[in-house]
């Protein structure tokens, strides 16, 4: 059986390899995954075959995003809420899109104690993403890499991400709950709130608990969730504490997670989220085979030449990227 997995993509016959892949995956084989994930990352021709292969066996995962400034405790709030999940018995992912997480493929270099359980659970799937190398870039790969876990029967996928601008506001659109993470003495709410950060929040969550100043960010929290605009009937983010190391306050942190859960479904916005999700994942692809295709046009002549007109002042930019995109469809 291990043959499928041990021939690898780029095969003669990339098509069984992909079935035979996928089908090892859903058994639980994490060579098998890891092998998928990496077609993701790396853009690779065998993504579209993997993709027709998974697309009816998706959309069953639960994606929890985590995201917050470096050192708030995100790897090690994730690694807790990995051991409340595995309580339940369910398969768990982690895709981690933080640079400096601990969690690399597969091997945990922090947070050793806690986390070394989950590296030796055949249950728990662990993964640290690179962002260099994808055309798309992480708002195409990492959709793309949950498909993949989903598939493979991953009850649940946590994916984090650090938190610095808008990178972060692109992968929460991705999970269907979002948590937004500060520490103490940080000035993280300030800093989350002048981001945008907190607006994608659907949890957020004071980490570190254990040092001085937790009451005061969540005091700081309070008044910046009580001032957003909401309507009736919305979700409103609850700021609950934890203690990450100690695991204080993480099963209250998962019981919101379920909670935030049943309401999307309760509310219809599980749906509307999954839509949305997919509206950017298709659009991330079609833009990226569109700039492919653009750049790919048969010796670039015709970019050239309307390149030409437009410093000539013969036609406008506007166009002469229509015509580049009319040729750019008609081919390909
Ligand atoms: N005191 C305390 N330290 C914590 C807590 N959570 C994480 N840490 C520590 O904070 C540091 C950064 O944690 P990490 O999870 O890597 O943060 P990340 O960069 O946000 O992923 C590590 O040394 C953790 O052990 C907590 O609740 N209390
Ligand atoms: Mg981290």
């Not at 995962?61 to 309580?87: E, N, Q």
């Not at 570190?208 to 008044?223: F, H, P």
């Not at 100690?246 to 309760?266: F, N, P, R």
Request: glycine share 14%; charged share 20%; net charge neutral.
């Amino acid at each position: 059986v291990t043959r499928a997995v041990a021939a690898g993509p780029g095969d003669t016959d990339s098509a069984a390899w992909v079935a035979g892949a996928v089908e090892l995956a859903q058994a639980g084989d994490a060579r098998a995954l890891a092998r998928l994930v990496s077609l993701v990352e790396n853009g690779a021709a065998e993504l579209r075959p993997v993709m027709k292969l998974l697309a009816p066996l998706t959309g069953r995962a639960r994606v929890i995003g985590l995201t917050g400034a470096p050192g708030v405790g995100k790897s090690t709030v994730t690694g807790a809420l990995v051991a409340a999940c595995r309580g339940g018995g369910e398969r768990v992912g982690v895709l981690a899109v933080d640079p400096t997480s601990p969690f690399s493929g597969g091997a945990l270099l922090g947070d050793r104690v806690r986390m070394q359980g989950h590296a030796t659970d055949p249950g728990v799937f662990i993964r640290s993403m690179a962002t260099r190398g994808h055309l798309g870039g992480l708002s195409a790969a990492v959709p793309q890499a949950l498909r993949v876990l989903d598939a493979a029967g991953c009850a649940t996928v946590l994916v984090e991400t650090v938190g610095v601008g808008q990178a972060e506001v692109e992968v929460a659109s991705l999970a269907d709950t979002t948590l937004v993470i500060v520490a103490p003495g940080m000035g993280d709410a300030i800093q989350a709130a002048k981001a945008g950060i907190l607006e994608v929040a659907d949890i957020l969550v004071v980490n570190k608990s254990d040092k001085e100043g937790a009451q005061e960010a969540v005091r700081d929290l309070r008044t910046m969730v009580s001032m957003a605009r909401r309507g009736e009937g919305d979700w409103k983010p609850p700021i609950m504490t934890t203690s990450a190391v100690t695991g204080e306050g993480i099963s209250e942190l998962a019981e919101k997670v379920d909670a935030h859960w049943s309401w999307l479904g309760s509310s219809g916005q599980r749906d509307a989220r999954r839509r949305a999700r997919a509206r950017e994942e298709i659009t991330a692809i079609a833009v990226a085979e569109l700039r492919r295709r653009v750049g790919g046009l048969p010796g670039g002549a015709q970019l050239d030449d309307l390149a030409g007109r437009v410093a000539a002042g013969e036609l406008d930019p506007f166009a002469a990227a229509d015509e580049l995109v009319a040729a750019a469809s008609r081919g390909g």
